[in-house]
């Protein structure tokens, strides 16, 4: 873990930090190579890809039926009973963020609106490497479904023997996606994106990845959808002298966890909190099974910041936008009005980043990388789009003519005018 007394000039080095991820010129060219190959050779380069990359020779792309009706076998009640719980969170929060089509008259012949349409299609890409993160697939597919998005295909890569790890099939099944293609990667954003001799084009791609995934999403932007440009992970704590280190040490220990880049930060006005923090960790470390990925994240990604205050805490999570924000602090409601940038706000001693990741209802596909100061987390509301509608009559259209003729005029665009001027 790396203590630091904050100061002005410590912001370069934490920006850097922060902003790590890796868009090389070499990752970038990598991606894009992919992506060719995909579009000139589809299932061909599929294939060549997910036996150099996975390690899988595989015929079938898509996943035969009886091979998800198999991975039921692998639900117990239990898992059931919690599939059931986190998709009623999920439904429940979404419910309340849906947005609906409208109609608004000004009662002069003139009236606007919007039309909201569900997207048609959409891909969702689900990690299935060192962690198969069905969570990911229950934030991603329920909010689809619930906006009404009538075509929902997976993409997750296989393990080596081809096949598909039982709980993301299994999950899967539970929400009623039968469309599943074993393909990961770069090529999976590509199948999705051009479409191949298997895998029909989508409209939208949504869901976390590796760098090489999320190069992929962004150089496919514009032709179809995407979320956002998501990872590493990140989770900042802001608190005060008061909070509980043995709980601050585990949710710095639950996103070191995750590893590969990502970054845990502490800001806190307390000297005496940052060293039971530290000692904390040390005592917590020794029980957990990723120790080697964990030792990297707290040399690497772990930072206890002392501010001279909370005031200024808050300053510098609102510069840092982190993907997660926990505040444990006296009343975090007097604090939250002042987070202008941030994924996700927890607020308590008792709502850890872990229940967003999995069952508190809001969508845990979140920005990443100061990017909360833009982006937004996944939603219903990402899976609909909005067509303006727009309605005169010859009264109305008269009485806009002379504001419309002079800005025509304006931009030297007189058959926009003579347009108008037609009908009247």
């Not at 999950?171 to 039968?178: Q, W």
């Not at 060293?275 to 917590?284: F, H, I, Q």
């Not at 930072?303 to 001279?308: F, G, H, M, P, S």
Request: charged share 25%.
């Amino acid at each position: 873990m790396n203590v630091i007394e904050w100061k002005k000039s410590t912001w370069k080095e934490l920006e850097k930090k922060i902003q790590s991820r890796d868009f090389s010129p070499k990752k970038i060219e990598a991606a894009r190579k992919i992506i060719r190959d995909v579009r000139r050779k589809g299932d061909r380069a599929l294939r060549k890809f997910t036996l150099e990359f996975d390690g899988a020779e595989i015929k079938s792309l898509r996943v035969p039926e009886r091979e998800i009706r198999s991975a039921r076998k692998v639900i117990t009640p239990e898992v059931k009973k919690s599939f059931r719980r986190v998709e009623g969170n999920i439904r429940r929060y979404c419910l309340s963020n849906l947005i609906k089509s409208w109609r608004q008259g000004r009662g002069d012949g003139h009236s606007w609106g919007e039309k909201v349409t569900p997207i048609e299609r959409v891909g969702i890409y689900v990690p299935g490497g060192k962690a198969p993160l069905v969570s990911s697939l229950f934030m991603a597919a329920v909010p689809a479904r619930l906006a009404g998005v009538a075509r929902i295909a997976i993409c997750t890569p296989p393990q080596t023997d081809g096949t598909i790890n039982p709980y993301i099939l299994a999950a899967a099944d539970f929400l009623g996606i039968g469309e599943i293609y074993r393909i990961g990667g770069a090529q999976a954003i590509a199948a999705l994106a051009f479409g191949t001799e298997t895998v029909p084009r989508v409209d939208k791609i949504v869901g976390p990845g590796n760098i090489y995934v999320t190069l992929a999403k962004k150089e496919v932007y514009g032709i179809v959808g995407i979320d956002m440009l998501a990872g590493p992970s990140e989770v900042v704590i802001l608190a005060d002298g008061k909070a509980r280190p043995a709980f601050i040490a585990a949710d710095l220990l639950a996103q070191a966890e995750h590893g590969g880049g990502g970054m845990s930060i502490l800001i806190t006005s307390s000297g005496r909190l940052i060293s039971g923090v530290k000692k904390e960790a040390d005592s917590l470390l020794s029980d957990l099974s990723r120790k080697s990925i964990l030792g990297k994240s707290l040399k690497e990604g772990t930072w206890l910041i002392k501010v001279k205050s909370i005031k200024n805490g808050i300053d510098l999570v609102n510069r840092i936008a982190p993907e997660h924000l926990e505040i444990m602090a006296g009343n975090p409601d007097r604090i939250l009005p002042a987070i202008k940038n941030a994924g996700a706000i927890f607020l308590g001693e008792y709502s850890p980043v872990a229940a967003g990741d999995y069952v508190a209802g809001p969508s845990h596909i979140l920005p990443t990388g100061r990017s909360a100061r833009f982006f937004s987390p996944l939603s219903a509301i990402d899976f609909s789009k909005r067509s303006s509608v727009i309605r005169y009559n010859r009264r109305a259209l008269r009485r806009d003519m002379d504001a419309l003729k002079n800005l025509a005029e304006l931009e030297g665009l007189d058959a926009h005018a003579l347009s108008v001027s037609i009908r009247l």
